[in-house]
């Protein structure tokens, strides 16, 4: 379906056509009205006139005087009629009897118009009315003798006025051509105005602008980061939730100087040099940060900078945990203490003399660990997490801390849409958790089964250390929540959470009354190598 919304140019094109037509036509109208007036009021000052010269005459007063309807009355108003282009001139007595008509059958009969009474009381006035002719302007003066002091009847004049329809058809060529030059100009002018907007919106149409706009915000709402941005006085126009949180903005930062919540703030400096500056340290809020600062240049001047910082501990800490080097290191340095112990045993025996005794010793710490690296080799595929189980059963050895692994585990395909790093950070976590819940216990113990199948990765890890108690237990995976007082804490099971819902997988706790804990984590099976 094809968009039928107008562009702006179009938009302003049609708003200056309802425009210009809509000022013509109520101008018409008023126009109309005006001159309607105009010209009821002149025809009835003529229409006044004309009844008031045939009222005067002493030649219709003496045919008034008379008996009844006499032929010189409708002679006399005939020639007044015709003499001055009158629709109609009417003659009555006192009793409202026509003496004179312009329709000789009505001679005779009473006019019974309901606006008569007022004339037949010595007034004289003006009355509109709609008659079969059309529309028109009667005036009513009175007949009067005797020196104006006794009244004998009455003369009624109509002029036609003309309808608002005729008056439009008058004017209607001058009024076109007003609205052809009021809509020519009126586009010209659209056109012209629509251009200059585009060029300074970069030819985006107002709902694209919004859309951006809204788009625009929405991201940097939920990045992680924290972004200023400030105009060329020092004044905010944009800061997210992260820079409000971390800086201690209010909610509507917009318009504040940076100045007044960053006292050495360096973004008007930026703005002045103009040089950008990255990976830069400073305190926020009692909060170290990591800040990089950019001026914002729009046609080649710079109108504004914008700094992007996050918090410094939380970097070094995530990255310690994604890319999995702190527990690569740390296994090493297990290793390394528990042969340098055992070398000094070994040293310890042959100096003393007991030579068959450090043999065997030999011979059963080799078999234990030849036992163990032909498993791990045979049964995970993947060196570097075969290096970390390793690691970790040395470092539960240290801690005197009995750790079984399954010898049923296999793991020969890790599944693709988790990857070895974030298995890695996954199982490493759990087994230190497990191994740091289990010191708590004289006869720690440890157990580790990896199972993989058509249907995908089973992890199961059991503790008995004191176990989760159940108001923790959803807890336990949210940043920052942590049982033990230390800093830096609180942030293994939210990853380990995290990689299993970005894999597709569910991870489960259990934890019984008795004590101890019980991690299952199911990964379902990637997809093939061919994308089946």
């Known amino acids: ?6 562009t702006l ?7 200056s056509f309802a425009t210009v037509l809509l000022v013509i036509l109520t101008s018409s109208f008023f126009i109309l009205q005006k001159i309607s007036a105009v010209i009821e009021r002149e025809m009835g000052l003529r229409a006044m006139a004309i009844a008031r010269t045939l009222a005067q005459s002493d030649e219709l007063k003496q045919a008034l005087l008379g008996p009844g309807p006499d032929r010189q009355i409708q002679d006399l108003a005939e020639r007044s009629r015709l003499a001055t282009n009158a629709a109609y001139v009417v003659v009555l007595n006192m009793r409202g009897i026509r003496y004179a008509d312009p329709l000789p059958s009505r001679i005779g009969t009473p006019f019974t118009d309901a606006d008569v009474a007022p004339a037949l009381a010595d007034h004289e006035y003006l009355s509109r009315t709609e008659g079969v002719l059309g529309p028109a302007v009667r005036a009513f003066v009175p007949v009067m003798t005797d020196g104006g002091t006794r009244q004998i009847g009455v003369v009624v004049v109509g002029v036609l006025t003309p309808t608002r329809l005729a008056l439009f058809g008058n004017i209607q060529t001058q009024l076109l051509l007003s609205l052809v030059a009021g809509l020519a100009i009126g586009l010209m002018g659209s056109l012209l105005l629509a251009r200059n907007i585009k060029r300074a919106t970069f030819s985006l149409e107002p709902e694209q602008i919004a859309r951006l706009l809204k788009e625009r915000t929405a991201i940097f709402m939920a990045m992680s980061e924290a972004i200023v941005a400030i105009d060329k006085n020092g004044l905010i126009t944009f800061a997210n939730e992260q820079a409000c949180r971390i800086i201690g903005l209010p909610d509507t930062p917009a318009g504040h100087p940076i100045t007044s919540f960053i006292p050495n703030s360096r973004l008007p400096r930026v703005m002045q040099t103009g040089r950008p500056e990255y990976n830069r340290e400073m305190v926020l809020n009692t909060t170290p940060v990591l ?8 046609g080649g001047q710079i109108i504004g900078a914008v700094s992007t910082f996050r918090e410094k501990t939380e970097l070094s800490r995530l990255a310690e945990e994604m890319t999995g080097v702190k527990k690569f290191v740390e296994a090493l340095r297990v290793q390394t203490h528990e042969y340098m112990n055992r070398l000094h045993t070994i040293a310890g025996m042959v100096q ?3 030579t068959d005794q450090a043999i065997d010793f030999i011979f059963s710490f080799t078999e234990e660990q030849q036992e163990l690296t032909a498993f791990l080799a045979r049964r995970v595929s993947d060196p570097g997490l075969a290096g970390l189980i390793m690691g970790k059963y040395s470092r539960a050895k240290e801690l005197r801390i009995e750790m ?3 010898r049923q585990s296999h793991l020969a395909n890790i599944p693709s849409q988790l990857g070895t790093g974030a298995l890695v950070v996954l199982l490493g976590n759990l087994l230190e958790n ?12 440890v157990y580790l089964g990896l199972f993989d199948g058509p249907q995908g990765l089973t992890i199961v890890l059991t503790d008995n250390g004191p176990g989760v108690a159940p108001g923790n237990r959803q807890r336990v995976y ?5 049982t033990k007082d230390a800093e830096n804490r609180g942030v293994g099971l939210f990853l380990v959470k995290n990689h299993v819902e970005n894999a597709g997988g569910t991870i489960v706790l259990d934890s019984p009354p008795e004590g101890g804990t019980r991690f299952t984590v199911t990964i379902p099976a990637g997809p093939s190598p061919s994308g089946e």
């Open 1 to 6: 379906m094809k968009n039928t919304h107008l």
């Open 9 to 15: 140019g179009g938009k302003m094109a049609v708003l």
């Open 291 to 298: 800040v990089n600062r950019v001026p914002i240049v729009a």
């Open 352 to 354: 003393l003399g007991h």
């Open 404 to 406: 079984e692994i399954d």
């Open 434 to 445: 497990a191994v740091e819940a289990a010191a708590d216990n004289p006869d720690g113990h």
């Open 478 to 482: 949210d940043l920052g929540f942590s």
